[in-house]
Nanobody, 123 residues
Framework: EVQLMEFGGGSVQAGGSLRLSCEYS??????????MGWFRQAPGKERLGVAR???????HYVDSVAGRFTISKDVAKNTLYLEMNSLKPEDTGIYYC???????????????WGQGTQVTVSA
C-alpha cells in the first residue's frame, strides 16, 4: 500500500518561501516507472499538476510556477520535496503529493495521493 504524507504547509506573505516535504512508502516497482509530483487545488477549482519528477530524474513544471518552484527527491530518505520561492497569492491552495503519475494529452494524472497540505499566500 502506497502511503504519502505531506509536511510543511502554512501561511506566508507574497514574495516569501515555503518548502513542502512528502515522506513516501510502499512504492511498487511498477509505480517507480511513473513519476512523482505535486498537484495543487486552488479554492473552488480542480486539482492540477504543478511539478513532477520522472523516473530518469527529469523535472517538469507548469508555466505558472516555472522558475519559482523546484521539485527534488531524496531516494535514501524516501522523501519528495517542493521548494517554493517568490510565492504569489495565486499559489494559494491545497498541495498534494502524488505518485504513479503520468501525462496524457497534456493532462497530468496520478494514481496515489497524500492527504494534502494547505498553503496560503497573502498579498
Amino acid at each position: 500500500e502506497v502511503q504519502l504524507m505531506e509536511f510543511g504547509g502554512g501561511s506566508v506573505q507574497a514574495g516569501g518561501s515555503l518548502r513542502l516535504s512528502c515522506e513516501y512508502s510502499g512504492i511498487t516497482p511498477r509505480e517507480r516507472g511513473h513519476c512523482m509530483g505535486w498537484f495543487r487545488q486552488a479554492p473552488g477549482k480542480e486539482r492540477l499538476g504543478v511539478a513532477r519528477i520522472e523516473r530518469d530524474d527529469s523535472v517538469h513544471y507548469v508555466d505558472s510556477v516555472a522558475g519559482r518552484f523546484t521539485i527534488s527527491k531524496d531516494v535514501a530518505k524516501n522523501t519528495l520535496y517542493l521548494e517554493m520561492n517568490s510565492l504569489k497569492p495565486e499559489d494559494t491552495g491545497i498541495y498534494y503529493c502524488v505518485s504513479d503519475c503520468f501525462v496524457y494529452n497534456n493532462f497530468w494524472y496520478a494514481g496515489d495521493w497524500g492527504q494534502g497540505t494547505q498553503v496560503t499566500v497573502s498579498a
